[in-house]
């Protein structure tokens, strides 16, 4: 009966409930046939009807059944029914899982299958056999033409969800989906589901992701929901697979929405992690999402994890948005004790290299580092990222910064990368010349030097411009990417009037809106760069730009300040120049 309303769609929930407590009084179930046991907790799961006593009724009737007059269907069904319902009994799982890994799988229709490892990784019920066994079979039969995008979906989200590497069942379905003549007959869930799954079990397939692209591309987006959208660029960014067309009309889509209310924080933070991590640039959608965050009454239902992916994309994007990072440090620093060591480090990197200026947050996170009083929790990429936030702050805390803190960096020195090193000797440089304390120790410190002066540097086209110019008017460079004697490199030096100028261009990428980043602030604080050109709109006729600078330079005494700003359009990206005396 209740399979019928079920089937029906007919909702009636006091007969669901009265029927449910009418089997929960039965003194037993042996009446019932293993089809009807499974209809009713089938009809529940799909009704959404909630009725844990007669799930756990039927759950521990099956427990002391023999499984052997239960069909494939039954079976898949009961899963299929425990875990959509959400209802636990890992004893009854672990049961049925045994009963399926002992059988032939061959009578199991692709749904069955697809149903049975879904229902374990929905329900979080570890069980290895049943995951190779179904994989296998899988991977055994000659073509998969009889799994619909449903079967598909759910069979690879399940191994994905579950953390169980399956190597050949991901490829003989990826390969099963990028040979298809089109996806039209995948849902939105199926398609970003399915990509999700290769990125979180990194699994790569990279004829798999552009046929879902290139599908999604050509798909009207109307039907997507937030989850769609943030999972599937999530996936892409998580798989690093470039598409930027899929990116582009994505972003365009959530841009062109109202409101983004329907959008749960993770999915906020994931959408604006992936564009970042992607190096998709879509300024509106940032604006957007940004806009939305700040208009919530609180940020209460944001995890830490969420906070930190946030400002970190929006740092790592370039984006400017004061009020964003504002409010986020307010909810951070309610919240420290709640943050891993990594989170906490990710925050003051994010709030340096966006050029925000924020003393409390710092201070509440220095002090919270130690407190913990555990360097050994960060991975070494976290201790270099905190030492060169506070650098790029300028930010001085004597409690963080201890002898503790130096020894570890000591300890762990073989651990650090190049891009760490260079880090840390400009953490030394702010320590020792501009606070005039104690920095890295001497082995480190000459390590760190060696390896920041000798970092390759890619001259731009800017500068070759800049370069260009200035020998077009007299202005002959001595020397091009020239090292100062901190281990920076500046674009050129020239000769002015018998006294050698170094000579510095600022692109559109040094700034965040139109003021400079944080690199581009500690870059001419411990160089010693005195700006005489603070901003030159961009674009502009960036050739007269050029030329009334370097003109300019070849007039003027070091030292100067007071040239107007070149004129051109106001909007576009600022370009500066400096000098370094």
């Known amino acids: ?29 042996n009446t019932f046939k293993p089809q009807a046991i499974a209809n009713v907790v089938w009809s529940y799961a799909t009704a959404n009807v909630q009725h844990s006593a007669l799930f756990k009724k039927i759950g521990d009737e099956i427990l002391n059944t023999s499984l052997k007059s239960f069909d494939p269907q039954a079976l898949s069904n009961i899963v299929w029914a425990y875990g959509t319902a959400d209802v636990k009994h890992p004893a009854l799982f672990n049961k049925l899982g045994d009963e399926i890994v002992a059988a032939n799988l061959t009578s199991y229709v692709p749904q069955e299958i697809s149903n049975l490892v879904w229902a374990y990784a929905t329900a979080d019920v570890q069980h290895p056999a049943l995951f190779k066994k179904v994989g296998d079979e899988i991977v055994a039969k000659d073509n998969l033409k009889s799994f619909d995008p449903q079967a598909f979906a759910n069979t690879v989200w399940a191994y994905a969800a579950s953390n169980i590497q399956h190597p050949a069942l991901f490829k003989k379905v990826g390969d099963e989906i990028a040979t298809m003549d ?55 960014a998580t798989a690093d697979v470039q598409h930027t067309g899929l990116f582009e009309k994505t972003g365009d889509e959530i841009v062109a929405m109202d409101n983004l209310k329907l959008f749960k924080p ?93 003393p409390d947050l710092f201070e509440k996170v220095a002090n919270e580092i130690v407190v913990r009083d555990d360097f050994s929790s960060f991975v070494p990429q976290a201790l270099s990222n905190i030492a060169w936030a506070y650098t790029l702050s300028n930010i001085d805390t004597t409690a963080l910064f201890s002898s503790a803190f130096r020894q570890e960096l000591l300890n762990r020195q073989n651990e650090f990368i190049v891009s760490e090193l260079s880090q840390l000797y400009q953490w030394h440089l702010w320590q020792t010349k501009e606070k005039s304390k104690d920095g890295l120790h001497e082995s480190l410190q000459d390590r760190c030097k060696e390896t920041f002066s000798s970092s390759h540097t890619t001259s731009s086209a800017l500068q070759r411009d800049v370069v260009s110019e200035m020998k077009s008017i007299g202005l002959r460079p001595i020397k091009e990417d020239h090292r100062t004697e901190s281990g920076y490199s500046i674009d050129a030096l020239v000769e002015i009037n018998g006294t050698k100028v170094g000579v510095e261009v600022d692109g559109p990428y040094h700034f965040i809106g139109r003021q400079p980043n944080g690199r581009t602030l500690l870059k001419r604080r411990q160089e010693g760069t005195k700006t005489f050109r603070k901003v030159v709109p961009f674009p502009i006729e960036l050739n007269v730009a050029i030329h009334w600078n370097c003109a300019w330079l070849e007039r003027s005494a070091i030292g100067i300040d007071d040239w107007k700003l070149c004129p051109g359009r106001s909007s576009g990206r600022p370009v500066s120049m400096s000098i370094v005396a």
């Open 182 to 236: 089109d996806l039209k007959s995948f849902n939105p869930q199926n398609l970003s589901n399915t990509v999700w799954s290769y990125a979180t079990a990194n699994v790569q397939h990279p004829d798999l992701f552009k046929k879902i692209g290139d599908e999604i591309l050509n798909t009207n987006l109307t039907s997507f929901v937030p989850q769609n959208f943030s999972n599937t660029v999530w996936a892409y």
């Open 266 to 358: 993770q999915q906020l933070s994931n959408t604006a992690w992936a564009y970042a991590t992607a190096n998709v640039q879509h300024p509106a959608l940032f604006r957007k999402i940004g806009d939305e965050i700040v208009a919530l009454d609180n940020l209460k239902s944001f995890k830490p994890q969420g906070l930190s992916n946030t400002i970190w994309a929006y740092a790592t994007a370039n984006i400017h948005h004061p009020d964003l990072f504002k409010k986020i440090a307010n909810e951070i620093i309610a919240n420290l004790r709640s943050f891993t060591s990594q989170q906490l480090a990710n925050t003051v990197w994010a709030y340096a290299v966006a050029g925000i200026y924020h």
């Open 1 to 29: 009966m209740m399979w019928a309303y079920t089937k029906l769609n007919v909702s009636h929930d006091p007969l669901f409930r009265l029927v449910g407590d009418a089997v929960v009084m039965k003194d037993d179930l």
